[in-house]
């Protein structure tokens, strides 16, 4: 059953848009005019120092977005029963309706602005961060890494279990300091300007930042994207960095198996199945981000869609997205996208690493490296394979919930997974 409201009966909303079309549609239009130059929310122009950022997205942003709301065009039903031609008609209307009717972007943006955020400019490019600071002297420094469509929002609900474990469940001995980057091209990190913010200028960035914080020992973590800067930082190996954890290994070797193990069987299955069926974004973004960026940039909608059929394809569900991820937490994370105007850039990061994908393997990382492989990842590599690419795993586990988005689905076991994975490098 679907969290959402039903508003799919045009005749059912006559009246409302008429008012909201004799009251509101002249303002709107005026807004939408207003806002078409600059389309975005502004940043200030980072520098090499530590400046504190706050979030504030215009009202006219706001009001731009309900009247692009207002006047969509959607196109036929499917002619399927499933979710295998895509967003069904109707999650798509209730989306857009809710969206439109009922969010409140306010609120996750206050929740944002509580936590210390701050920009810098590292190699020419403004990076915004999170920053939250155990009161544990002795926590361990941590840097993690989110992904596409993911955000810092993914990682909202495990900040204070993680920074704060006496107040859940934890010790003292279990505290991290965080830092959260938002990585180029996403969110309120600069959009870069040229070719070359591939992974491994990512990593060298994450470094300079975790060195500029004062930090002379810490720990990566990341998934989607932020894993593939993880495995980077594990090659790179810079002054510092003792360790590192993903929730999505790349360590498939690209080589066929004659007698698979039973975990090889899933593996393989897995990996046929998303290069088959599920990398249609992922070739778009990498060949063509620019033109499919027109597409997302202009159209809430659009980018709504794009975005929310990955939590349906990538969360541990029963049949909607809604079972992994509340409709407001999913819409904070496509707001984010629209009002920082970063469907394009944060598309480009396709293009800058198609060569490591969709196999994605990275070869030997020596750097001691730790895995929680939750059951509905997008491929589920089995351990044997990374302990052949990565001669010091010291950790694995198979984790009983959770799919792609692990922090945002299942902040609970992610947090006792990072607590346990960082346990023996902590001295």
């Known amino acids: 059953m679907s969290l959402l409201p039903d508003h799919s009966s045009d005749a059912a909303l006559t009246s409302r848009r008429l008012f909201l079309q004799r009251t509101a549609g002249a303002s709107a239009a005026l807004v939408v005019g207003a806002r078409s130059a600059q389309a975005e929310v502004a940043l200030p122009k980072a520098t090499s120092d530590i400046a504190p950022f706050r979030i504030s997205v215009p009202q006219a942003d706001i009001m731009d977005l309900k009247a692009r709301l207002e006047r969509v065009r959607f196109p036929e039903k499917e002619t399927v029963s499933d979710w295998s ?15 439109r009717d009922q969010y409140d972007w306010r609120k996750v943006e206050r929740k944002l602005n509580a936590i210390p955020q701050y920009r810098t400019e590292i190699d ?4 915004h961060f999170l920053h939250i600071r155990s009161k544990h002297e002795n926590a361990l420094p941590m840097i993690m890494t989110h992904g596409w469509p993911g955000s ?17 469940g934890g010790t003292p001995e279990d505290a991290f300091h965080l ?10 990190s600069d959009k870069p300007a040229e070719t070359g913010w591939n992974l491994a200028r990512t990593g060298k960035a994450w470094a ?12 990566a973590q990341g998934g989607d994207w932020g894993s593939g800067v993880t495995h980077v930082l594990g090659l790179q190996r810079p002054q510092g ?22 975990q090889e069987k899933i593996a393989l299955e897995t990996i046929a199945k998303f290069t088959d069926e599920g990398v249609g974004y992922f070739r ?24 929310y059929e990955k939590f349906y394809e990538w969360t541990d569900n029963r049949g909607n997205p809604e079972d992994a991820l509340s409709i407001d937490e999913m819409l904070d994370d496509i707001s984010l996208y629209w009002f920082t105007n970063t469907a394009a850039s944060s598309g480009r990061i396709y293009w800058e690493n198609l060569p490591h994908g969709p196999a994605f393997n990275f070869g030997t990382i020596e750097l001691p490296m730790a895995v929680s492989m ?9 351990k044997e394979w990374a302990e052949q690419m990565w001669p010091n795993l010291y950790y694995w586990n198979d984790v009983e919930r959770g799919g792609h988005f692990a922090a945002f689905e299942q902040p609970a076991l992610f947090t006792d997974e990072l607590r346990r994975a960082f346990r023996s490098v902590r001295t």
Request: no cysteine; charged share 15%.
């Open 152 to 168: 810092v929002i993914e990682f909202l609900k495990v900040i204070d279990p993680l920074t704060n474990p006496t107040a859940h």
């Open 284 to 307: 778009e973004e990498g060949t063509r981000p620019q033109t499919v960026g027109y597409a997302l940039t202009d159209s809430p909608v659009g980018l709504a869609t794009w975005i």
């Open 85 to 99: 031609q895509g967003v069904p008609l109707a999650k798509a209307k209730a989306l857009v309706a809710y969206w």
């Open 208 to 219: 300079t930042l975790m060195q500029r914080l004062g930090y002379t020992r810490w720990v």
């Open 374 to 382: 939750f059951p509905k990842e997008i491929t589920r590599s089995p």
């Open 179 to 188: 830092v959260l980057p938002s990585l180029p091209g996403f969110g309120f």
């Open 124 to 127: 020419g490019l403004g990076i």
């Open 241 to 262: 960095l003792v360790a590192a954890h993903v929730n999505w290994p790349f360590v498939y070797d690209g080589k066929p198996r004659e007698n698979p193990t039973p």
